[in-house]
């Protein structure tokens, strides 16, 4: 159980990542 929630974490960071690069890409 332990491992599945890291794996789902992981996965929220990484779409938490996208999102950010995303947004500093849009202000220039």
Known sequence: ???K???YEN???MK???M???I???KF
Request: hydrophobic fraction near 50%.
């Open 1 to 3: 159980m332990i491992s």
């Open 5 to 7: 929630f890291l794996q």
């Open 11 to 13: 996965r929220h960071n």
């Open 16 to 18: 938490a990542l996208v």
């Open 20 to 22: 950010m690069v995303c």
């Open 24 to 26: 500093e890409r849009q």
